[in-house]
């Protein structure tokens, strides 16, 4: 799965008679998770979504799957993963929609996302769960697309390799929506440490997502390691600097090798290295790209919270 074949099989699903379903996921994930149901998905192993808030990839997954010829019908499962417990950070996402403050923190939205995603149903078997993925175990059912935007802290991640990586068919694709998002850097890492078990990363476009093929079975020594990581200080000098060399040589594209930067920046940070943050981002500084919307928006994002200190 060379990046250009993907891109120029999976846009046309952007460009189809679609308009963006509401969330906090791009036209061209969206495209990519539909091209990916509809076209490549076999039914060898089933979808699992972490992460699914009101369902933008779901049913845009669900809507592949209805077109999908190669899978038997009862073999066309998507278990969706959430907490759908309202959180005002997602008030953002609503806005101008008649969702606005309509849930008070903490407040369950899964009826509102079982709504959203009912017309789907008929295409695709969705299987929905509503637990802390941080304790989810999974049944050992082979896993053919795993899409993830639930990596938001170390245990979760953890929890994850563990339970579900091990079902990971070869051949299978893991789509991290968020592997360029330099809060979630464990991505990155956890990425680097698993290597030589996946190759050809497609940078999915206008989007932080990457989509990671697996190639063969998983040492357990490996996921075992990985399992018992609990918080960024789990991460060994070594190894950041490591991957985030590793992940940077992934791209070709400077916007993108700007936000491995200030990810490996943000995770210095988060494990006491303010010194060696500053100077990443004083390199930063230095680019021609740093004003890319890319890279810039994530910075203005780190300002919102707090995280001037690194930068300034
Ligand atoms: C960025 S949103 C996902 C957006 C989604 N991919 C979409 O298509 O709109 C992240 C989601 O992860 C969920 N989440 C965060 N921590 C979680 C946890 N520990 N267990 C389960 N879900 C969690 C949140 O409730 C939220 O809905």
């Known amino acids: 799965m060379e990046?250009?074949?993907?891109m120029n099989t999976y846009m046309k699903y952007?460009?189809?008679?679609?308009?963006?379903?509401?969330?906090?996921?791009?036209?061209?994930?969206?495209?990519?998770?539909?091209?990916?149901?509809?076209?490549?998905?076999?039914?060898?192993?089933?979808?699992?979504?972490?992460?699914?808030?009101?369902?933008?990839?779901?049913?845009?997954?669900?809507?592949?799957?209805?077109?999908?010829?190669?899978?038997?019908?009862?073999?066309?499962?998507?278990?969706t993963y959430d907490l759908f417990r309202w959180n005002v950070g997602f008030e953002d996402w609503v806005k101008g929609t008649p969702y606005e403050q309509r849930f008070r923190p903490n407040e369950s939205f899964r009826t509102l996302y079982e709504e959203i995603i009912a017309p789907y149903r008929t295409g695709a078997s969705i299987v929905v769960h509503q637990e802390d993925l941080s304790r989810s175990?999974?049944?050992?059912?082979?896993?053919?697309?795993?899409?993830?935007?639930?990596?938001?802290?170390?245990?979760?991640?953890?929890?994850?390799?563990?339970?579900?990586?091990?079902?990971l068919l070869t051949g299978s694709v893991v789509f991290h929506q968020d592997y360029l998002w330099v809060t979630e850097s464990q991505i990155q890492i956890a990425m680097f440490l698993l290597r030589d078990y996946f190759e050809f990363p497609s940078r999915i476009e206008n989007s932080c997502g990457v989509a990671f093929r697996k190639t063969r079975d998983i040492d357990q020594e490996i996921i075992s390691d990985l399992a018992a990581r609990a918080s960024y200080l789990d991460f060994s000098n070594e190894?950041?600097?490591?991957?985030f060399q590793w992940s940077r040589s992934l791209f070709d594209d400077p916007e993108a090798q700007l936000v491995v930067d200030g990810a490996k920046g943000w995770m210095l940070g988060a494990i006491g290295e303010i010194d060696r943050a500053r100077s990443v981002f004083q390199d930063i500084k230095g680019s021609e790209h740093r004003e890319h919307w890319f890279y810039k928006f994530q910075e203005d994002i780190?300002?919102?919270?707090?995280?001037?200190?690194?930068?300034d």
């Open 239 to 243: 190894e950041i600097e490591a991957a």
């Open 3 to 6: 990046l250009t074949d993907t």
């Open 14 to 79: 952007a460009s189809m008679d679609r308009t963006k379903f509401l969330g906090p996921t791009s036209l061209e994930e969206q495209a990519y998770c539909e091209w990916f149901a509809a076209e490549v998905f076999s039914g060898r192993g089933e979808i699992v979504e972490l992460g699914s808030w009101l369902g933008s990839l779901t049913v845009s997954t669900a809507r592949g799957l209805a077109l999908n010829t190669l899978a038997q019908p009862n073999c066309r499962i998507i278990q």
């Open 302 to 311: 780190l300002r919102q919270w707090g995280y001037d200190y690194l930068m």
């Open 137 to 167: 175990k999974w049944d050992g059912t082979p896993i053919e697309f795993l899409i993830n935007d639930a990596w938001k802290t170390v245990p979760i991640m953890a929890n994850i390799i563990d339970n579900f990586f091990p079902s």
